[in-house]
């Protein structure tokens, strides 16, 4: 006996096949993650179809994916117009609520004071219901624009806080000792340190303010009540349930839903560029 | 009999009291002298960890002294904790400039020093790899890199191959050696093992636990540069011997 036996080839063959078997796997993997959603997607519009249709059921009741996308491009300008103003309100409410949450979280880590002055009128404001809040602020701020922003704004801030607070204090331990033996300055600190190790947590919180942001926008639109030019999708909808239109209410409850998907994607791919080199949670694993 | 080399940290009675009655170090008396490599061994509990703290300032002895020799000479140290404790976010090299980096070094200007620290560990060819694509002992080694950048007369480690295979813990412990006598630095290492801190080590002290103390001190004199030779040896054996036997009565009467 020898300690050098040759191992023999088919145990190689085998492992090919192994191999190749590994390798279908997870092309079939990666095809069935896009490939199922849109089979069940295709099942539920022709039964919701088929339904309609076979029960005849009337469009002012329920209409059918065929009419509600009939709809969708016959009434493109109007919806249009309705889906640009309520963006611009969750985009611009999403922009200053990750300002003035990331703002706020730095001068909290940087001054135990001032978060133990502040942080409990956050979480006030973070659990009254804005449907609660919002008709009051209509009283108080006369521009409608305005009026929305802050009902946006408060829904979606205080995730950025809360998480971005969370992200900046969580720098590893040994990391801030060594900071500190080599003398670093509270601005060095925050930089190169606190900065960093908050950036997976704030886009974390971030995300969920993204949808947030437009449910703001969605539910302060319906408090506000009031048309005419520069109102949103949300306003359509409650326009086109006063008319029965309900073809257009799908076709604007579509545009709602499309538009927190498209947010939600994008936040999901800036999350990605910034972490795929070096955080755990863009890794993928391996099989 | 040389002279002897320059004192550059003294520490004289030092306690260190948590909480008004955990008694973490009791009358720690040390001289730190130049060109030393210290090893601070003992069981879990004896306060070598918190003796490595109050060298490097993180805080602060409940009653004796501490002095350093020489100005300035108090921020010249690198440390090594037992994980690597990189930055996740920042690529090998920029993981080693760090310390430059808070001294106001722009990263042009470190260039040079990064690179040839990361030459010393062996990690040239990774300067733009991330810690996530290193080994264990590869991202010890860009932590040793990032305590010997600013080539510091001290340099503390807690620990730093605890984690690590043996085979990989031989191999940093050669490396560290060829290392320090490359550079001229001192080093206080914290360890549980007593091979480690004999085959690194010129003097050893043996601490014991509750209260965390000095039961005494052992001198390896076998000469440098150690090698694997070193390891084998009869001598070598005898040192790891008393040094155990040390140990032993440390927790004996710690028991």
Aim: glycine residues 8%; hydrophobic residues 50%.
């Amino acid at each position: 006996m020898s300690l050098t036996d040759p191992i023999p080839d088919t145990l190689d063959l085998q492992i090919d096949q192994e191999e190749q078997d590994r390798a279908r796997r997870r092309k079939v993997n990666r095809i069935a993650k896009w490939v199922l959603p849109l089979v069940v997607m295709a099942i539920a519009l022709g039964l919701w179809q088929a339904v309609v249709t076979l029960n005849e059921i009337p469009h002012y009741i329920l209409p059918g994916p065929v009419l509600v996308a009939e709809t969708l491009v016959k009434d493109w300008p109007l919806l249009l117009e309705a889906l640009l103003v309520t963006v611009q309100i969750t985009l611009l409410a999403l922009l200053i609520a990750v300002v003035g949450g990331v703002g706020l979280a730095v001068l909290f880590t940087q001054s135990r004071f001032v978060e133990m002055s502040f942080y409990p009128y956050a979480v006030i404001l973070q659990v009254t219901p804005i449907v609660a809040i919002a008709p009051l602020i209509f009283i108080y701020v006369d521009s409608k624009l305005a009026g929305l922003l802050i009902c946006a704004w408060i829904v979606a801030f205080f995730p950025v806080l809360s998480n971005t607070t969370l992200g900046l204090n969580s720098a590893d331990h040994n990391l801030r000792d060594l900071y500190r033996i080599y003398g670093a300055t509270r601005w060095q600190r925050l930089r190169f340190l606190q900065i960093p190790s908050a950036l997976p947590y704030f886009l974390g919180g971030l995300r969920i303010a993204g949808g947030l942001a437009l449910i703001g926008a969605v539910v302060a639109e319906y408090v506000a009540g009031t048309g005419g030019i520069g109102s949103g999708l949300a306003f359509t909808i409650l326009e086109a349930g006063y008319r029965l239109n309900i073809p257009r209410m799908f076709a604007a409850l579509f545009l709602i839903a499309a538009t927190g998907v498209v947010i939600f994607a994008c936040l999901s791919l800036l999350s990605h560029l910034l972490l795929h080199k070096w955080h755990e949670s863009a890794v993928k694993p391996e099989e | 009999m040389a002279e002897p080399r320059p004192v550059i940290l003294s520490m004289r009675a030092v306690d260190k009291v948590f909480g008004g009655d955990v008694v973490a170090l009791r009358r720690l008396s040390l001289d730190v002298r130049d060109g030393d490599f210290i090893s601070l061994l003992g069981p879990s509990g004896c306060g070598k960890s918190t003796a490595l703290r109050l060298i490097a300032g993180l805080s602060h002895p409940t009653s004796g002294r501490i002095r350093w020799e020489g100005a300035g000479a108090q921020d010249d140290l690198g440390v090594v904790f037992q994980e690597p404790t990189l930055m996740p976010w920042a690529t090998v090299a920029n993981n080693v400039w760090l310390p430059l980096r808070l001294k106001g070094v722009r990263r042009a200007a470190a260039r040079h020093d990064i690179m040839e620290t990361l030459r010393l560990v062996g990690l040239e060819n990774f300067a733009d790899a991330y810690p996530r694509e290193l080994s264990g002992g590869m991202k010890m080694r860009v932590s040793i890199a990032r305590a010997m950048v600013t080539r510091p007369r001290l340099i503390l480690m807690d620990e730093p191959f605890a984690s690590l295979d043996e085979i990989t813990r031989f191999k940093l412990n050669d490396d560290l050696l060829a290392m320090k006598q490359q550079l001229g630095c001192t080093v206080v290492f914290v360890t549980h093992s007593v091979f480690e801190s004999v085959f690194l080590s010129n003097r050893i002290v043996i601490m014991a636990a509750r209260p965390g103390r000095v039961i005494r001190e052992l001198a390896i004199d076998a000469p440098y540069p150690r090698t694997e030779a070193f390891r084998g040896s009869l001598e070598y054996t005898a040192f790891t011997r008393a040094a155990s036997q040390a140990l032993h009565e440390a927790m004996g009467e710690a028991a």
